[in-house]
């Protein structure tokens, strides 16, 4: 996908393969959680498993970060997209804040 600013710069191929491998392992464990509760799995144990994902969520949120960091963002304040990338940023930021 291109973005609206017109930076093309692809992911790491290691880090995509390793947000996509952890994304297939949310997938399992949400499948999980379907199954928990259809059979009146214990509550504690179903909210440890939701824990697990949210967990899980936030090491490919914390990744994708770094990637954009790394890669965006620094091509973004090297050119005229210097605002753009302050905005996004601190949408992100603000979005982080209300969780």
Sequence with gaps: MIPTGGIILYMNQ?????????LRIIGG???GL???IENDTYCIDVITQISAVRQALSV???TMLENHLSTHVVEQMRGKARAKAIREILSVY???KKK
């Design 60 to 62: 490919i949120e914390d």
């Design 34 to 36: 379907e199954k928990m």
């Design 14 to 22: 290691v880090i995509k393969n390793k947000i996509m491998r952890r």
């Design 94 to 96: 603000k979005i982080s």
């Design 29 to 31: 464990q949400i499948r």
